[in-house]
């Protein structure tokens, strides 16, 4: 499941919001219909308003939904782009290598640090040029 992403969450829990979409009716006191867009045609409509934000001054956490290839079961892949950094911790008895990777559809604040190894065998076209910065 590494590299997926769930409608909503992306990974280590962190918050994500796609939108902005219309309420179109009010269904109780804590619950709206929103008009979401055909590519969200499996979401169910209704949403409790805990789930909604009235306005989000930090446009990094949302997400646009023309830019994201949603499966059947509302998740989607989060894709890495470019390595930005390496960086090796020493333990007492070895040493562990971390490389910061910029994923697809983020900004280079939300870059994420991942195991070098890890990364190799899952992406190795990213690791082709040679040019890893230290």
Known sequence: MKGVMRF??????????IG???????IDNVAY??????ELAAVHLVFHISMLKKCMDDQSLIIPTEDIDFKDSLSYEEIPVQILDRQVRKLRTKEVASVKVLWKNQFIE????????DM????????????IPN
């Open 20 to 26: 902005p979409y219309r309420k179109s009716k009010r």
């Open 120 to 131: 190799k065998k899952i992406y190795p076209h990213l690791f082709e040029c040679g040019e």
């Open 33 to 38: 219909e929103l008009e979401l867009p055909q």
């Open 110 to 117: 939300k870059a994420t640090w991942e195991d070098e190894e």
């Open 8 to 17: 909503g969450k992306k990974g280590k829990l962190s918050p994500r919001y």
